[in-house]
């Protein structure tokens, strides 16, 4: 027994030693990769050349979510907030530092204006207008300011709502710059008008690029390489840097042996449904629904209905699951009712004698307009119009079940206190509040275990190369799919709730397998084959559509010989194709006749004067042409004044645009987050 206390003694401060040097060894490993070595915070983006660290962003993602209502229940809510907390940082980093330099700011003045609803903001008017109406209501800013001192939560709110309304008119002053220096010119609306008013009728020839035998248009390798060097500055071969991976996805379905067994498991339940006293609680005790409202027939299909009559609905096998229903209670009420109400302060200590005061008979129009807080109905007497019994819920449904015309109830809740009067109630008819079990067809623990075990199998034969994969996918009767994931992406395309996948992709190595990922139900196994940091699209990848655009380059100059004649008809004939008419081409139209989308032939057609002469060849998208122009009508559709004013419009938008897609170029990001979120 003493040889055991003195091994614990001497032997335990060795242990724990053991321990901690094991523990720091670990943190040292993750510092070059996680940035924690030297206390640093690791980077997890660049925007404007500024560093933006891991808890930089993990703080504005928590201020975003908390302001935004905290909606984390899917991949799809959560990458919102993802995106809205990125605009933000750029908003902090870029436009409010140019803004400044700028000399643009909103003053206290005017943001007091915006609360006050003189200059409405769309941010504000957002967090404060009636969900009824949707109009601006200024007394719930007032409400709301009087719980905000005492409340950390509300400071912080009322905080984000100010500074996005404050960047949200800086935004608008900005743009309403760009706006005030667009300007329409005079040969700028001399020519629109034209364009309008003028159309030419004539004759076309075209020929099809695809008439030229591909062997007079060969491409090379390096006619290739010098196109996409001379052009690969533009938009369409820039890119963000990748990730590519190769996946396997096991499908977990349930077998003919598990769906029998699910079905007899449903019907089982089925008959304790049926028996059960308390409904309510056998249904949560099911993992079932209990609705909040109340249903009548005409919600119900004709077999549902049965509940009404305090019977049982189901087992019934629908889109994948079983489902029963039962009533937990029915009750007799109005199909609509007209309200008013009077919306007081929690704890009002006028409540009461309000209450007592209205149920002896006092007016309750009067009332409403005196106290209620709710200016937007306190206006119209208090009155909320009529509102379906179906929308109704809690201890407000059952007291309105039975209410009669002109009977004043009083409600009380955390949100504040509402003195209703009933002014109509149609004919009742039967309701019934409804509680649901559904139970899923899905695979059984048995058949996710074997299916886990192929991908297991999968896993040990697919490691090491690209070949290897590829010849377990065989064995296992799977098919290799193939991903793209470029930066800033969350998750994998054509991969449900795959957020797991791309995150382990960004920090894998080439050849790397993953583990066994469990993605909306199914099992994915992925491997990581390719990373690309480059800026731009390789040229392998664009050589298809240069070559393609390369060849029609000299497939035009082989047809552009062909085009040329003494006369339409003589060219039509040489090149074995007729002669076709077209009318009233202007020079907003996108193509000619059954040429649907050829702007340069259009714009070749629309800018000649001269008629009956044979025009230039025109190089269009898919076909050579010539043309004679053999009229020009004029109208006057389009007044001068009014195609200034058009211009103008369609300019002022166009360069708003344009300015915001200029601030995006110049902005310089890099968007590590992928691999820590």
Known sequence: MASLQTLRTKYGVVLSVIIVLALLAFIISLGPEMGFLGNRDPKVGTIDGEKVTYME????????????????????????????????????????????????????????SMLSGEHPSAIINQAFADPQTGVYDVAAVSSFLAQMSGNPQYQQMWAYINSKAVLNRLNAKFNGLIKAGTYVNKLEVEQGVAAENEARNGRLVVVNYNTVADSLATVSDAEILAYYNAHKEQDEYKKLPRRRISYVVFDVDPTESDVVEIENKARALGEEFAAADDVRTFVRKNMGTV????????????????????????????????????????????????????????????????????????????????????????????????????????????????????????????????IMKVTRADKPQKYAMVGTIKVAVEASSATRRNVHNVASIFSVDGKGSIDNFNTAAVAAAVTP????????????????????????????????LSEIFTVDGSYVVAMLTEIDDTKYVPVSEAQYEISRRLARDKKYEVLKAQLAGASIEEIAAANGVEVTTFENVKYGDFGVGSNSYEPALVGAIAKTAE????????????????????????????????????????????????AAMALQRMIEIEDLRGKYF
């Open 57 to 112: 962003y993990l703080n504005e993602y928590e201020t975003t979510k908390t302001n935004m209502g905290g909606d984390e229940s899917s991949e799809e809510a959560v990458a919102y907030l993802a995106n809205a907390t990125w605009q933000s940082l750029v908003a902090k980093k870029v436009l409010t530092p140019g803004f400044e330099k700028m000399g643009l700011a909103v003053s206290e003045a005017e943001r007091l």
């Open 291 to 418: 609705a909040e409202t109340y249903v009548s027939a005409a919600q119900l299909s004709s077999d549902e209905a049965v509940v009404l009559n305090g019977a049982q609905y189901g087992p019934v096998l629908k889109a994948n699951e079983w489902v029963m229903s039962r009533p937990i209670a029915t009750i007799m009420a109005p199909d609509s009712i007209g309200l008013s109400h009077i919306v007081l302060a929690p704890k009002a200590p006028e409540a009461d004698s309000l209450y007592n005061a209205l149920k002896g008979g006092a007016n309750f129009a009067e009332a409403a307009a005196k106290h209620s807080q709710y200016a937007q109905t306190a206006q119209n007497g208090g009155d909320m119009g009529v509102v379906p019994f179906n929308v109704l819920s809690g201890e407000l449904a059952e007291k309105l079940a039975k209410a009669k015309v002109g009977e004043i109830i009083k409600i009380e809740n955390a949100g504040g206190i509402q």
């Open 481 to 512: 799919r193939t991903a793209t994931i470029n930066q800033g992406d969350r998750t994998v395309s054509g991969l449900i709730d795959s957020r797991e996948v791309a995150r382990w992709a960004y920090g894998a190595e080439i050849g790397d």
């Open 611 to 658: 008629t009956g002469s044979i025009s230039a060849p025109v190089k269009g998208s898919s076909v050579a042409a010539v043309f004679v122009v053999d009229g020009i009508t004029k109208s006057e559709e389009q007044t001068a004044e009014a195609e200034k004013v058009r211009l103008q419009a369609f300019n002022e938008t166009l360069t708003q645009q344009m």
